[in-house]
């Protein structure tokens, strides 16, 4: 048999349960983790709201329900912890987690930090809590050309905007998260509507207001904070088993970490401040030095961040989406279990 393959997991966050993620839970694990399914749903039985069960096997997906928070935090908790379950450790030595945004929640349980079943109901109760916030929300905007290379200035002067509006009396703009070749813009409608009107124009895609989202990762979001740390106890909490990189590309690393620490800052800066996906991942690599990196479901959306944060430090020689693509097509670095192929070399099932 072959060495197992060192690998960094990186759990995504909302906006990746959709259309055709509906019924991916239980055709892909309804037999195999049964057990964990039916935990989910007596938590959600519990505090009256329909089961996980309900929510994937719907007639037809609805972006008024199944985008909303409270439906969209948990069951891409699901599909995520039971798709890292589902990897094969004969083949794959996961040497790190991460997350992005929401992901954070389940990283925590695929770290280790918290059980699968207690990362369901910290999952759980922040969809709900994610939607106490102040008034506003995200506006995602694309910093990089068609090849994924920065576009020289743009960044810089699109902070440079965002501050400026942020300083005007009443107008709450910030830096959400960090995906590399894209910014997460959020603040509350005048800082948004002042953002749309006075936005550079974009390469790519126009900005997009994220629909259901509010202002994460931002201080509008105190009352979520609050709510999680009055909810949410630090008991839920232990040392992870394997290290954990967070929003900040701080490493939690086993037997150093103070679970208190772990719940503070999930529960405070993890909310309150923006969130760097990017330089997570790029720690994770230059910390860890993957084979592979696996992104488990639901969706495959967040591969082109991952990618384009693998070339902003130019790992292992890439410089451009052409690179990232000739890479995937002769020895994959990243493995998307959403892809029917590449969900077979991880989990070495059909």
Do not use: C
């Amino acid at each position: 048999m072959n060495a197992r393959k060192t690998a960094i997991v990186i759990a995504p966050g909302r906006g990746t349960y959709g259309k055709g993620e509906l019924g991916s839970i239980a055709r892909l694990h309804g037999q195999r983790f049964a057990s964990h399914i039916a935990n989910f749903d007596a938590q959600r039985r519990d505090r009256g709201q329909p089961t996980v069960s309900e929510l994937d096997g719907a007639e037809r997906f609805s972006v008024a329900t199944h985008m909303r928070g409270d439906v969209a935090a948990p069951l891409i908790y699901a599909a995520t912890a039971l798709d890292y379950l589902s990897i094969d450790r004969d083949r794959f030595d996961v040497v790190a987690v991460a997350g992005n945004s929401m992901g954070w929640y389940s990283a925590l349980a695929l770290g280790g930090a918290v059980s699968v079943a207690d990362g369901f109901r910290i999952s759980n109760a922040m969809g709900l809590n994610s939607q106490t916030h102040g008034p506003g929300g995200q506006i995602l905007l694309q910093i990089v050309d068609e090849n994924w290379r920065p576009v020289p200035g743009f960044r810089d002067a699109l902070l440079a905007l965002v501050g400026a509006i942020a300083s005007r009396p009443g107008y709450d703009l910030a830096l959400s998260i960090d995906l590399a070749g894209m910014l997460v813009l959020a603040g509350n409608e005048e800082g948004l509507a002042a953002l749309l009107a006075e936005a550079p124009p974009t390469p790519g895609r126009d900005p997009l207001r994220l629909a259901g989202h509010g202002p994460f990762h931002t201080p509008l979001m105190f009352g979520s904070s609050g709510k999680a740390k009055a909810e949410l106890p630090p008991s839920l909490f232990a040392s992870p088993a394997i290290p954990m990189v967070d929003g900040r590309g701080h490493i939690w690393r086993r037997f150093s970490s103070d679970p208190d620490e772990v719940w503070d800052y999930t529960f405070g800066h993890q909310i309150l401040a923006p969130y760097d996906f990017a330089l997570s991942v790029q720690v994770a690599v230059k910390e860890y030095a993957p084979d592979v990196i696996i992104l488990p479901g639901p969706g495959d959306t967040l591969g082109g961040a991952i990618a384009q944060s693998l070339i902003g430090i130019g790992w292992q020689g890439l410089a451009s989406k052409a690179d990232f693509m000739a890479r995937q097509a002769s020895a994959p670095i990243l493995l998307s279990m959403a892809r029917a192929d590449q969900r077979e070399l991880v989990t070495g099932q059909r």
